[in-house]
């Protein structure tokens, strides 16, 4: 007993000149105020909300109980659930890593000799209690949950990319129903100019020319029909796998004006970027190579351990059949690395260059991050300021069409002309339609630009 309590004593001492190995990790990164380069006064950085919802950028009802459904069915989105799990369940483990090892061993005999029957037994528990090197279960304990951070990191990123995927969808599903609706009366408009052609053929006012002219694009406009029909059946199929649900129609409203998200003309504030999960899981990672390199400093720290046996035991008393004399002993060790051929020093080195690859990455993750804030700010911006131009185009070239159909009807234009303007006239028409479906895709990526929010 008392070279255990020398051996304890020991142990104090050490502890006490190590306390640098129970340092907790601090994040010492900050967003730098300009990482978006935002200079235009409509989005200098003001005061935003900290936390965001999806429902802020995706407003429309029918888009966001498909969202909700994809966040309970999706298969992806439960297997990174299930890897949370298997996290927490590692960490669990991490911190009962210390408790001791307890395991109850008894045992017994009855022997036979010469009519002489002797019977012994020995009822011992056993109790192994490794402490380890100095601090190395605590920082043990610390990267585990740094892991366990990462992994729920993880998760949010897989469902900021499932929301994300399902808005887009929806977004060219609308851009479908619109492209066909076009097409639609754009054969109707079409297929009288067509009629009137053959009228005049018929006269003997045109030449067959102008008939075969105007009904090879009257079937272009046909195909095109039949291939927007087919490509909407694809895109509610993918929307049924992202849904986990049997293929079928997916119901979605008509698609209205252009909106850009009020989060947008507010301001942004760059802390908004460490919402976003690839930024937290670098520093998480940081976090975690910082717990290595704690570890590994550890090693260089002795170890110490305790075992020991209690219980009762009647095997001194020969043939004695009632409990005999307790069994109890305690042995401790102190065990001090001196030599282990240059990996402990090794094993030291490589983290802090872990630590330190991941401080720069960390550095690049920001930067992007910044960037496609930018970026998807450019994008809403040009998509909305397009939105005016397209519409009046729209509007001018149809009144082009009209007249130049009239002159035609009156004999003072030639068939060409109301061809060329019938295919302008389409042409912007089916311009308008992406540059909403671009303007839709714009938000989207300002939403996974701020993080992607998941609630």
Not at 122 to 143: C, E, H, M
Not at 228 to 245: F, G, P, Q
Not at 290 to 307: D, K
Not at 325 to 336: P, Y
């Amino acid at each position: 007993m008392k070279r255990l309590s020398l051996l304890v004593i020991a142990f104090v001492a050490l502890l006490l000149t190590s306390c640098g190995l129970y340092d907790k990790y601090e994040s010492n990164n900050r967003i730098p105020a300009n990482v978006m380069g935002l200079n235009t006064p409509d989005t200098l950085a003001g005061n935003v909300p900290a936390m965001l919802s999806w429902r802020q950028f995706f407003t429309d009802p029918l888009l966001q109980r498909l969202i909700d459904t994809a966040l309970v069915r999706n298969t992806d989105l439960n297997s990174a659930r299930i890897a949370v799990e298997q996290g927490q369940a590692s960490l669990r483990m991490a911190k009962k890593a210390i408790l001791p090892s307890i395991a109850l061993a008894p045992s017994g005999t009855i022997a036979n000799f010469n009519s002489y029957t002797s019977k012994t037994y020995n009822v011992p528990l056993q109790i192994n209690w490794d402490f380890g090197q100095l601090g190395s279960y605590t920082n043990k304990k610390r990267a585990a949950n740094a892991v366990l951070l990462q992994t729920q990191a993880r998760e949010e990123a897989v469902r900021a990319d499932l929301i994300s995927t399902v808005a887009q969808e929806y977004s060219l599903l609308q851009l479908l129903d619109r492209q066909l609706e076009i097409l639609i009366l754009t054969d109707s408009l079409w297929g009288a100019s067509l009629e009137a052609q053959k009228a005049l053929w018929e006269n003997g006012r045109v030449y067959s020319t102008a008939v075969n002219q105007l009904e090879s694009s009257c079937l272009d406009v046909k195909t095109q029909i039949v291939d927007a029909k087919r490509n909407i059946r694809s895109v509610e199929n993918d929307i049924c796998r992202l849904l986990a649900i049997t293929p079928q129609r997916i119901e979605r409203s008509s698609w209205g004006s252009y909106v850009i998200p009020q989060i947008a003309t507010e301001g942004i504030s760059a802390q908004m970027l460490t919402l976003r999960p690839d930024v937290r899981l670098a520093d998480y990672a940081m976090e975690e190579a910082f717990y290595n390199m704690q570890t590994a400093r550890s090693a260089f720290y002795p170890g110490l351990s305790l075992s020991g046996i209690a219980g009762w035991t009647n095997s001194a008393g020969g043939d004695v059949i009632n409990p005999g004399k307790i069994l109890l002993s305690i042995m401790g060790s102190l065990t001090q690395p001196i030599f282990a051929r240059g990996q402990l020093k090794g094993n030291l080195e490589i983290a802090k260059l872990k630590q330190e690859d991941l401080r720069n990455r960390y550095a690049q993750t920001v930067i992007d991050a910044g960037n496609q804030v930018n970026e998807a700010l450019a994008d809403c911006q040009a998509a909305r300021e397009k939105h005016g131009y397209y519409h009046r185009q729209v509007t001018v070239l149809h009144n082009a069409y009209n007249g130049t159909h009239e002159l035609m009807d009156n004999g003072k234009a030639s068939y060409l002309e109301v061809l060329r303007a019938q295919e302008t006239l389409l042409s912007a028409q089916l311009n308008e339609a992406l540059n909403m479906y671009d303007a839709a895709i714009s938000v989207i990526s300002l939403y996974i630009a701020l993080g992607g929010a998941t609630h």
